[in-house]
């Protein structure tokens, strides 16, 4: 028999993590509620074509895709084993696969309002809370199974709604107690880079490895862009603009001198502009600029975002930004959008190491009544009832065992009291109240158990 196992980049959550991570789901959807977004959900797997290809050439490469059922029909062996080929020269086809596991939330929501855009009342905000799948490379802080907390606005052009989001994102983080870095760029910005560097066609080549360079550096993205076909010239306009520095007054200074009177960088200052006059009127995490911020992504089309947390060494825990024609991909053109992302897990590991859970999070059982009889336990059971209705978190150990034992079950599980009612209890109509924590014990009248205050 095999030695049981997980798949790499997937675990299991013990009671202790489920607690803690319903910590932070439930902070997160109480804010967008607060900000009157609606719950969404949408199936784990999605039809392969509504995936391919809206995530970029890297993007495209980490989709899990799901092999069709039936394979084994001895009648569709041999066009399975030329479809196999298929596969492993990188095409896809349909006798083999036609489903893949969600990337990201983002497409699964755009197709959602391609096909109900006639029933929704817009603009349509929603958020949704469920995991993801990447065939990515394990390591800290990156899964292949992980949760995403996603909020998008739809049916509007309005830059308010990105002036919402990122004080979604400064509610959240300072109610987690995260101290965070906002950073926000355009994608207007890019689009004039790379006009200025030959051309709109050069965009992807360049987006794509501007968004590696904080995991390989200057050097390593100028040589990716050689690869990509970018001339001397063009590599050192792009390096000039990664390396504007300062406040974000002088960012936006530097970056102006930088494309002159291109329109549409003009554009993605005003709107950087106009989000940074909002941040400067509220009292959350102010914004910074960072030019260097790319969002590998190509369905972004302004204005983009991307959360770090600070004082630990971990990657994004938030981006998103505006996408104004994402349902076009789908035949529904002209509806636009935009929305932020929070990576549950990297959140939590972030507040494992810098130790941000309130002790009240992991709370479980607190009172356990001892099983010492028949008719003893009977009694524990219907007094246990009355703790229950009153919200306080009640169990009776399974059977009746020896005092050690079940006093053991509760140190293991944690919980701060034992409620001791035994023969002798019984026929006196009273019970015992141990905090174990203390060896403090008290004897109480059953009827006034209900009335005790079990504060640890």
């Not at 009157?36 to 949408?42: A, M, R, S, V």
């Not at 790319?294 to 600070?310: Q, W």
């Amino acid at each position: 028999m095999s030695k049981p196992g997980l798949p790499q980049g997937t675990r299991d959550f013990s009671a202790a993590v489920v607690q803690k991570r319903n910590y932070i789901f439930h902070t997160i959807r109480s804010v967008f509620e607060l900000y009157g977004f609606q719950p969404l959900e949408t199936p784990a797997m999605e039809n392969l074509d509504t995936l391919m290809g809206k995530y970029g050439e890297e993007g495209d490469k980490l989709i899990f895709k799901i092999l069709n059922n039936g394979l084994d029909n001895p009648a569709k062996r041999e066009q399975a084993k030329e479809d196999f080929e298929k596969i492993l020269s990188g095409k896809n086809t349909k006798g083999i696969t036609e489903r893949a596991l969600r990337y990201d939330l983002t497409i699964p929501f755009a197709r959602y309002v391609a096909m109900n855009h006639g029933q929704l009342a817009m603009p349509f905000k929603r958020y949704q809370m469920q995991p993801v799948w990447r065939a990515d490379r394990p390591q800290k802080g990156r899964y292949r199974e992980f949760y995403q907390c996603d909020a998008d606005v739809v049916g509007s052009k309005s830059l308010l709604n990105e002036v919402e989001l990122a004080n979604i994102y400064a509610t959240v983080f300072q109610q987690l107690g995260i101290d965070v870095e906002i950073r926000i760029n355009s994608r207007k910005i890019l689009a004039a880079l790379a006009e200025i560097c030959g051309g709109a066609d050069k965009m992807v080549d360049i987006t794509v490895a501007i968004d590696k360079l904080d995991k390989i550096g200057i050097e390593k993205v100028k040589e990716e862009l050689v690869t990509r076909g970018l001339q001397s010239s063009q590599i050192e306009t792009i390096e000039k603009y990664l390396l504007i520095d300062g406040s974000n007054e002088e960012k936006l200074t530097s970056l102006k001198q930088l494309i002159g009177t291109n329109e549409p960088g003009l554009n993605g200052i005003e709107e950087i502009e106009y989000l940074l006059t909002y941040s400067r009127t509220t009292h959350h995490s102010p914004l910074t600029i960072d030019f260097t911020l790319a969002r590998g992504l190509n369905y972004y089309t302004g204005i983009i975002f991307e959360v770090k947390a600070k004082n630990v060494q971990m990657g994004s825990i938030g981006g998103g930004g505006r996408y104004d024609d994402l349902t076009g991909l789908f035949g529904v053109p002209n509806v636009p959008g935009v929305g932020i992302s929070f990576g549950v897990d990297r959140i939590y590991d972030v507040m494992e190491e810098l130790q941000l859970f309130p002790a009240a999070v992991e709370a479980g059982t607190k009172v356990l009544f001892f099983n010492l009889g028949d008719a003893e336990s009977r009694k524990a059971y219907s007094l246990m009832q009355q703790l229950r209705s009153k919200g306080i978190a009640s169990e009776l150990y399974h059977e009746n065992s020896k005092f050690d034992k079940q006093f053991k079950y509760a140190e293991k599980k944690q919980i701060p009291y034992v409620v001791i009612l035994g023969s002798e209890e019984l026929a006196k109509g009273t019970c015992t109240v141990k905090h174990l924590a203390t060896g403090e014990q008290q004897t109480l009248a059953q009827e006034a158990l209900s009335q005790f205050s079990f504060s640890s």
